[in-house]
């Protein structure tokens, strides 16, 4: 089963604003990764921040981690037609021999 | 990071057939995974391919249905065995990233089958 919530399941927003995804877990983590799929295609790693990171920025894109809420968010700033895309949160989980789980996806459609 | 290649990129199959499924990988890699994901879906973890070993298995998935080989430390195949039309899903490799990116996992391109 999957460990990982997101919500919203889909989001629809103008070029040019931001977008704000959120991620649950239930487990203990070693680290949480972002990943952006387009159209059923392979995953594109995006940014990974480990448990004792509270916040890391790559470009657009900033994610937080809050370890004691079990949740992260992944913001997208100034956003692009070309986000375009399904975005998964995944979970390695504290000694799981870097399995990772993934969460249920967000949606998101950036119109022109 | 790691570059992986899968093969073949997609395929549609005939119920009771088995498909073969490979993932190469540009440089040597401790770990290599197969993940699943069906129509609509988000992943799921299907095995872990080790080399030297058998393959770990997740719950819900077995090595009669998912055989893996793990010949050596770039490459990995999966076979779906006597294949009916709910194996129909995109199968994806993913590696470790290697020195210097041990936490990342990056992910082939995928393979879409279609089980008819």
């Known amino acids: 089963s999957q460990q990982g919530e997101e919500d919203p399941q889909a989001l629809s927003i103008q070029e040019g604003e931001n977008a704000t995804m959120n991620c649950s877990y239930k487990?203990?983590?070693?680290?949480l990764q972002w990943y952006r799929q387009n159209s059923g295609r392979g995953l594109v790693h995006l940014i990974l921040?480990?448990?004792?990171?509270r916040e890391k920025h790559s470009g657009r894109l900033r994610v937080t981690l809050d370890t004691s809420k079990k949740s992260s968010s992944l913001l997208i700033t100034a956003s692009r037609a070309a986000d375009t895309a399904s975005y998964f949160c995944a979970t390695e989980t504290s000694g799981s021999a870097r399995q990772l789980t993934f969460g249920s996806g967000t949606q998101l459609t950036v119109l022109p | 990071s790691a570059v992986i290649s899968q093969k073949p990129s997609r395929d549609i199959c005939q119920r009771g057939t088995s498909l073969t499924i490979q993932c190469q990988v540009d440089s040597q890699v401790t770990m290599m995974f197969w993940y699943r994901q069906q129509p609509g879906q988000s992943l799921t973890l299907i095995a872990t391919a080790n080399q030297g070993s058998e393959a770990t298995y997740e719950s819900g998935f077995v090595i009669d249905k998912f055989p893996i080989s793990r010949p050596n430390l770039t490459f990995s195949t999966l076979t779906v065995s006597n294949m009916s039309p709910e194996d129909s899903s995109i199968y994806l490799c993913?590696?470790?990233?290697?020195?210097?990116?041990?936490?990342?996992?990056?992910f082939g391109p995928g393979t879409r089958l279609t089980v008819l």
């Open positions: 993913s590696v470790e990233g290697g020195q210097g990116y041990t936490d990342t996992q990056y």
């Open positions: 487990t203990s983590i070693n680290n």
């Open positions: 921040i480990r448990s004792n990171e």
